[in-house]
């Protein structure tokens, strides 16, 4: 069951890229200057040996202890204060200070300065690694002009490094989500998949691909007494031998649960991305999708062109880290003007998919359980506070399935726009991407929904989770769309009595593999009990329907 403290946990250690970009072999001991909610100690516990954490505000000591027991690790020793951490002599190989959300803390620019100063004085010849706001774009965003709380730019920030005598500094603007570092910058100017993107671009096409990096809303500084490698730089190295070229980053994504590299690699090559892992779950996927990737190979050439190629995986570091081929093609995340011609054509890639890897089977216990058994079990562990809900829908949908013939297809389980690359010039899909969910041996028709709703939430600006339960509990489809299921209906061969079931396991593939709700969360309960009951009832009326004769 997910609890407050989990979802708590999820936040504390999303977005910390920035821990790709410590020294490869300076992160034994490691003092942190936590802001709050405990994130860096977090992201830190992971990577390093021994991390001291300094709560910097007051009433924070209490809530980072409940956080880092809760995690388990034991690696992470809370101090209340900079003293004591200092005063048992024992050297520190590095500073990190991440001050993202520091003008809530209650503390002033100039008390925050001063603790980081003191600090970085007995690192020796360790490094200080500082990650804030950019007071150039932070303030002007929020409208506070020069009020309140004063954050950095990246010069400020390497003054601030530099005045234990770290000479040698290294800056890289970051992309906020939330608040929170979501990418970090290491050539242009460009985010994707967050509400802020097109401010971003429009600033790039302004301020040229500098001025938008000087106006980021974020800056990391990495200062040292002499160069040293990265981390990243070694897990490069090492991805390179494994898979060849010569992988230069181009976007650095870093997500609650994996950050990956999006990589350059020689001009004739299509270059790689470098997915790395941060939690089991995250691992277990990623592992999933680079089967599904090899067995992609057995598909027809005009299908398996479609796939990325799984180039290898290895672990540098402790760090696991799987490379998959970077695809062609762009990827719309926008409104544009020909969303409904990209996403019919886009339609037919799928429907061409799934006719060629459909096979016709009668559902026994084996396949039900492949299909639907596993989903309804993950979903039960994920929100067991509507464990009977799930249990009842189990019942109903053994009724409805059982012993009935129905198409198996390859199943995508997250088909969107986004994750359909188109050639900017023929307008036509070239690639398809983000297989971690996917079924070779899969349920019809889902596929499509999903590809409908993310457009739903393209051109709404809508939250997922809202756009979905609309379509999910039973809304009218437009016209464009009604023509595309009933096509898909017509081609895959679903009959009306499976096309409502095939609505109701699209809500339990949402909630088994994509939706979460915090059960400990009463509105968030209500919504997911109300949305299973309106399944459960959907599926008791066919069961009526069938024992009157109806369907």
């Not at 970009?21 to 992971?46: E, F, K, M, W, Y």
């Not at 690192?123 to 709380?149: E, I, K, T």
Request: hydrophobic residues 45%; charged residues 20%.
């Amino acid at each position: 069951m997910k609890t407050a403290a989990d979802s708590k946990l999820r936040k504390a250690i999303a977005y910390s890229g920035w821990r790709d970009l410590l020294p490869a072999r300076s992160r034994s001991r490691v003092l942190c200057l936590d802001i709050g909610n405990g994130h860096a100690t977090l992201a830190l516990a992971q990577t390093c040996k021994h991390v001291v954490s300094v709560p910097m505000a007051l009433g924070d000591a209490p809530v980072i202890t409940d956080l880092v027991l809760h995690a388990n690790a034991p690696n992470v020793t809370v101090v209340p204060t900079l003293q004591q951490a200092l005063d048992d002599g024992e050297p520190f190989d590095g500073l990190v200070a991440v001050l993202f959300g520091s003008e809530r803390s209650g503390l002033q620019a100039h008390e925050v300065q001063t603790l980081i100063s003191e600090a970085a004085r007995h690192m020796g010849s360790g490094f200080v690694l500082l990650a804030a706001p950019n007071s150039l774009a932070y303030n002007q965003r929020r409208g506070r002009g020069d009020q309140g709380f004063k954050t950095w730019g990246a010069a400020g920030l390497q003054r601030l490094a530099a005045s234990s005598g770290r000479v040698h500094a290294r800056s890289w603007p970051v992309l906020l989500h939330y608040g929170a570092p979501f990418e970090v910058l290491h050539g242009s100017y460009r985010m994707t998949g967050d509400c802020a993107r097109g401010v971003a671009r429009l600033k790039e096409w302004l301020l040229g691909t500098t001025g938008a990096r000087w106006f980021a809303p974020g800056y990391i500084v990495l200062g040292q007494h002499e160069a040293a490698p990265l981390a990243i730089d070694g897990l490069l190295r090492a991805v390179d031998a494994a898979c060849g070229g010569h992988a230069r980053v181009r976007r650095h994504l870093t997500m609650p649960d994996k950050a990956i590299l999006v990589n350059d690699t020689d001009p004739d090559e299509r270059g790689h991305i470098v997915v790395l892992p941060r939690t089991p779950r995250a691992l277990r996927r990623r592992t999933h999708e680079a089967e599904v990737l090899q067995q992609a190979r057995n598909l027809p050439r005009r299908l398996r062109d479609l796939f990325p190629r799984f180039l290898g995986r290895g672990i540098h570091e402790g760090q696991e880290w799987l490379a998959i081929e970077r695809m062609p093609g762009v990827f719309v995340d926008a409104p544009v003007t020909d969303l409904d011609q990209l996403t019919e054509r886009a339609a037919s890639v799928l429907i061409d998919l799934h006719l060629a890897t459909r096979r016709d089977a009668q559902v026994d216990e084996a396949l039900y359980d492949s299909l639907v058994g596993k989903l309804l079990a993950s979903a039960r562990g994920r929100h067991s506070g509507c464990a009977e809900l799930l249990a009842q829908i189990d019942l109903q949908l053994r009724a409805s399935l059982l012993g009935r013939t129905m198409p198996v297809v390859w199943m995508h389980g997250d088909y969107k726009i986004e994750n359909v690359g188109i050639d900017p010039n023929s307008r036509q899909p070239v690639s398809i991407i983000d297989w971690e969910l996917a079924a070779p041996q899969g349920l019809p028709l889902i596929d499509l929904k999903y590809l409908l709703v993310y457009n739903r939430m393209i051109r709404g600006r809508a939250a997922f989770d809202a756009v979905y339960r609309t379509v999910a509990e039973g809304a009218v489809w437009s016209s464009f769309e009604t023509r595309l299921l009933d096509r898909y209906a017509q081609l895959l061969g679903l009959d009306e009595p499976l096309r409502q079931v095939l609505r109701v396991l699209f809500v339990v593939h949402a909630v088994g593999a994509r939706l979460q709700y915090d059960m400990s969360d009463p509105q968030e309960h209500r919504q997911l009990t109300e949305l299973l009951t309106a399944g459960r009832d959907l599926l008791a009326g066919l069961s009526s329907a069938r024992e009157g004769g109806v369907a």
